[in-house]
């Protein structure tokens, strides 16, 4: 096992990273950039080095400044948490030249992933449907035309190396191909110095359903069931639950079978994502694959009762698994509490936390590295907050989120408390009945102010 674990991170999860360490008798190095001084992760770290000024360039994400901390402390293992460095082919294999774990797959396998094209590519010989579309890249404009019609429209044209929304486009008939294409390939390049660009046929009101998967060193490969990820704006998720409303019980072994499939392919090693969308018809699709921790791996380990970094820390050491799936035995769900204006099109709100008081009670787990003083910094991502609920039914684990986000107080900077409450509360969201375009239609109204 590994005597010590430095976190690449900042945030909730080099806390979250930090208290399994812990558990594990495993010590941990946090670094930090000197705008996290303040952070809880450095404090409850064993050690922890200041490696650059705020900007992530020059901090989090410096490759020579981390290696340098590596070196110092003397760690034996990375953990890249999720963001930053997390999917960096190079940092995957620095590491592994210095004779450090990373806690993550190969450099080559982040690489296959990372390549849209080649991760569809290894998709389709592994068995796992694919959405229709282009055979590779796409050459040129003609060639889209061309392909766009035997498809027949909608298409979507996508970044090979994109991801997350990036160098994206739908185009609904001809005459829009030309712009959307210079459109893309311009955002490609600008975005990822590579503007190959490919076709699929546009699956219209989508469901956004990924399977967590875990493989060994000695070939198994298990799923730990679904996230349902569907309430998200911008690419960017909000809530996230599992059970998902559109499973059932033979989809899920399917998609199930799927992510299996998808991960046995490439030897997978690690916690890894395989993202499916799930069509009106309840087709489902592989989009991409991701190979880190998430987000909302909490949703996840409550459904099992495990923790999934401690997993993946073990799997990393080269213990085995028992080659069995696990499925969800409780409903729960993960709300972002983000520093942003819900009222005001989700602008950040950075600033100092005046009050903070967080939700407690059976079924209700809060990971945060905030508190009352702490001042939210401007330069990195918003997450200030997981507030993650579970009870036996999905229709309590609702009563719970509405009673735990009334108990939220977080004052001096905005939060998205407000749009999850009233989320709550909507009957299409009760329903289960909704699609990725679901927050596009949301309206949240402004509370009228108490006298
Ligand atoms: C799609 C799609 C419809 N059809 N591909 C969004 C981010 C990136 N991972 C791929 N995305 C999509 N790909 C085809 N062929 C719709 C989306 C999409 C989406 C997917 C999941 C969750 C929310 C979304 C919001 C807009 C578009």
Not at 55 to 66: A, V
Request: proline share 5%; hydrophobic share 40%; glycine share 8%.
């Amino acid at each position: 096992m590994f005597k010590k674990i430095l976190i690449a991170n900042r945030g909730e999860i080099a806390l979250r990273v930090i208290r399994t360490c812990k558990e594990m008798g495993i010590k941990t190095v946090a670094i930090y950039s000197s705008a996290d001084a303040e952070s809880l992760h450095v404090r409850f770290a064993d050690e922890a080095v200041k490696i650059g000024p705020p900007s992530s360039t020059e901090s989090y994400l410096s490759i020579p400044k981390i290696m340098a901390a590596v070196e110092i402390t003397n760690a034996d293992a990375i953990h890249p948490g999720y963001g930053f460095l997390s999917e960096n082919a190079s940092f995957a294999e620095v590491t592994e030249e210095y004779g450090v774990k990373f806690l993550g797959p190969s450099a080559a396998m982040i690489r296959s992933m990372g390549d849209k094209i080649t991760a569809k590519e290894t998709m389709i010989k592994a068995g796992v449907p694919v959405i229709p579309g282009s055979d590779g890249l796409l050459k040129n404009v003609a060639a889209g035309i061309k392909l766009a019609n035997e498809i027949g429209y909608p298409v979507i044209i996508k970044a090979t190396a994109g991801g997350g929304g990036k160098g994206m486009r739908v185009i609904w008939a001809d005459e829009e191909f030309e712009a959307a294409w210079d459109s893309a390939k311009k955002e490609a390049s600008a975005s990822f110095a590579n503007d190959g660009i490919y076709m699929e046929k546009f699956i219209e009101n989508p469901r956004h359903v990924e399977f967590q998967i875990i493989g060994d060193q000695h070939g198994n490969v298990v799923h730990l069931s679904e996230r349902d990820c569907t309430i998200q704006r911008r690419h960017q998720k909000l809530l996230e639950e599992c059970p998902s409303t559109v499973l059932t019980k033979k989809l899920r072994k399917e998609m199930g079978e799927a992510a299996i499939a998808a991960g046995k392919s490439i030897n997978y090693e690690g916690v890894g994502t395989v993202e499916f969308l799930v069509d009106k018809h309840k087709q489902f699709y592989f989009m991409e694959m991701n190979t880190r921790i998430q987000v909302e791996h909490p949703v996840t380990e409550e459904v099992i009762d495990h923790d999934l970094i401690k997993e993946q820390i073990k799997v990393a050491a080269g213990e085995p698994l028992t080659g069995k799936n696990y499925f969800p035995t409780m409903h729960a769900m993960e709300a972002r509490i983000n520093a942003e204006d819900p009222f005001n099109d989700f602008r950040p709100s950075p600033g100092k936390i005046t009050s903070f008081h967080s939700p407690k009670g059976h079924g209700v787990r809060v990971d945060t590295h905030v508190y009352a003083g702490y001042s939210v910094p401007p330069y990195y991502d918003s997450l200030i907050a997981k507030l993650i609920c579970k009870a036996q039914t999905r229709e309590d684990c609702i009563k719970k989120m509405k009673r735990a986000l009334d108990e939220f107080i977080v004052e001096g900077i905005k939060t998205t408390i407000p749009f999850h409450r009233a989320l709550m509360d909507d009957e299409r969201f009760l329903s289960g009945k909704y699609d990725t375009g679901f927050l596009e239609e949301f309206v949240l109204e402004e509370p009228e102010i108490k006298e």
